[in-house]
């Protein structure tokens, strides 16, 4: 870490990877990796304290014995690793990082896989902290083969991807830019201000949304199927609108970041305030029109329009958070969860009318008033 | 003409500008300053871009906080390095600008003409060059009936071939209408003809007339 070129390569590329990849840590670290170190099991009184305790570890211990356990776990190692290589490959071929092209390459190959080593274990820290304790764990009850191998294919997929990141600034000049238009058949579409995100998330970004809108919806059946006898009951049909707004988060994070490099000259734009929020309320209107129509149509008419205005206007609040909170994505997250089980609350009192009214302002006073401040 | 009241500008606290009271009668401007002295978050903040203390004041009724929208279609701003969405074309970036600033119909087409834009315009932006780029800036910050436009680094990356057109359209939008122009720059408007240019230093962290 002491060389500048091992400094520099983290400050831009692990950083860069975390601030990214925030939303699908947090949810591998909830899914995952809770269950992976203590999985609290309920209602143990008949077993022993050791008992208790091996049960607890069952998930860990599953990893270091059992075939599956560990094809699952090497699996999960080297899905991470490959994501990385993804995240590093694409990365390298910015315009802000061609330096390196012609100032990293003046060491020797050792010298950069060694810098590309570190850079690699700092993305890894999470499968190293899951490693290490599967090691642990995994010795401390006998098992030994397994657990001494991590550290070997942990090493070697860091080696792995360390070797490939020296390879891709040595071995190829910066590939000639792609000149097709990624846009081509929207060729004749009209391109209004409020709809530049739509038309990037369509150029560029097509796999976030489309796995924003997969989760968004797959968690809004879920809810509704889940309750049979109250799908046509306000306070789910709200939960509901509520669940497809707090999906939206990665999408509206990403939005704020286009609009803060993409979109700056729009800010000499002669449009009045009530007008930009006009833009950002059509511009979310069009985003979300797929939970839009399937609320519309599973519910009825009443209720499923209530469940659209909570979607929007939570939606609208969510994405005014961000002209305050800037790109600091980890607070943004807690202050959105725990926002959402405020909402959540409130909607199961049944004070779903007050909660868009509320949103739908306070979302239009954030924007009125920290937008400018940017 | 431009005012500005009791300006300030802080980076993280950190004092970037003051200017206590400064009025620019219309007039071709050129402003200097070294590196890191401010002068393109001046323009920015004139371009109501950036956030910033006082007051800024057009043509002595439009205040940039009170009549924001009036005030910014009057103020049109380049970039020194100009950043849009990849994907528009150059077309499609003057129709967003058109819209905006309310230009009049075929209003650009002299300019991408003389600046031998037209050829490319229908491209996406991601394949053009730097100089391409920013000759396509240029001509969005003279869409509309701009009372002040404002140039951040005009010269830079402009082929030789291009900086008398550029003059020749700041002479003409200041003769014709009277417009204020401020532009930044390192180096001097050599190459073609101006109108008298008066010159302004960014320096200690203030705006004073310069003096040899």
């Known amino acids: 870490m002491k060389r500048p070129l091992t400094r520099a390569l983290v400050k831009i590329l692990a950083t860069g990877f975390y601030r990214q990849h925030t939303g699908f840590l947090l949810t591998l670290l909830v899914l995952f990796f809770s269950s992976f170190f203590y999985t609290k099991v309920l209602n143990q009184t008949h077993l022993t304290p050791a008992q208790q305790q091996q049960t607890a570890l069952k998930l860990v211990l599953s990893s270091v014995s059992e075939p599956l356990g560990v094809f699952l776990l090497v699996g999960l190692f080297w899905l991470y690793t490959l994501k990385s290589r993804h995240y590093v490959a694409a990365r390298l071929q910015a315009a802000d990082v061609q330096f390196l092209r012609y100032s990293s390459t003046a060491l020797s190959w050792g010298r950069q896989v060694q810098s590309w080593s570190v850079v690699q274990l700092v993305i890894a820290i999470p499968l190293l902290i899951v490693g290490g304790y599967a090691l642990l764990i995994g010795m401390a009850y006998g098992y030994w083969l397994v657990p001494l191998l991590i550290p070997v294919y942990l090493l070697a997929l860091t080696y792995w991807n360390a070797a490939y990141y020296t390879h891709l600034l040595q071995a190829h000049p910066l590939a000639p830019a792609v000149t097709a238009n990624p846009l081509a058949w929207l060729r004749g579409w009209p391109k209004p201000l409020f709809s530049l995100f739509g038309y990037e998330l369509l150029a560029y970004q097509r796999v976030p949304y489309a796995v924003t809108k997969g989760s968004a919806l797959a968690s809004m059946v879920l809810l509704f199927y889940v309750f049979p006898d109250a799908q046509a009951d306000q306070r789910l049909l709200g939960l509901i609108g509520l669940t497809g707004a707090l999906a939206q988060v990665v999408l509206l994070y990403q939005a704020h970041a286009f609009e803060r490099s993409y979109l700056r000259f729009a800010r000499n734009f002669p449009y009045a305030g009530w007008q930009q929020y006009g833009q950002e309320v059509a511009l979310y209107s069009v985003l979300l029109l797929p939970e839009i129509v399937w609320l519309l149509i599973v519910s009825p008419f009443r209720e499923g329009l209530l469940a659209v205005g909570l979607l929007l206007s939570v939606t609208l609040f969510f994405r005014s958070l961000l002209y305050r909170l800037d790109q600091r994505m980890t607070p943004y997250l807690r202050l959105v969860f725990a926002l959402f089980m405020g909402f959540l609350f409130l909607d199961l009192f049944g004070l779903t009318h007050l909660l868009i009214m509320g949103n739908a302002v306070a979302a239009g006073v954030f924007f009125y008033r920290y937008r400018e401040q940017e | ?212």
């Open chain 2, 1 to 212: 003409m431009l005012q500005l009241q009791q300006f300030r500008k802080t980076y993280q606290r950190r004092l970037v500008l003051h200017i206590e009271d400064f009025t620019l009668p219309p007039a071709v401007y050129w402003l200097r300053g070294s590196n890191g002295s401010g002068k393109s978050t001046l323009l920015k903040s004139l371009a109501g871009i950036i956030p910033y203390q006082g007051d800024i004041i057009l043509e002595g009724r439009w205040n940039l906080r009170q009549h924001a929208v009036a005030y910014r279609s009057a103020v049109n701003f380049a970039e020194a390095e100009p950043i849009f969405p990849t994907f528009l074309t150059g077309v499609e970036l003057i129709r967003l600008f058109k819209a905006a600033k309310k230009a009049p119909a075929h209003q650009e087409a002299f300019y991408l003409e003389s600046m031998q834009l037209s050829a490319y315009v229908h491209e996406p932006v991601h394949t053009y060059s730097s100089g391409m780029l920013k000759k396509l800036a240029l001509v969005l910050a003279f869409l509309g009936q701009p009372r002040c436009i404002l140039l951040d680094e005009p010269l830079t990356t402009l082929d030789a071939e291009s900086l008398p057109i550029l003059y020749a359209w700041i002479t003409q939008q200041h003769q014709q209408h009277g417009t204020l122009f401020l532009l930044s720059s390192h180096q001097a408007f050599a190459g073609g003809t101006l109108p008298p240019v008066q010159e302004l230093l960014v320096a200690q962290q203030t705006l004073q007339h310069y003096r040899a």
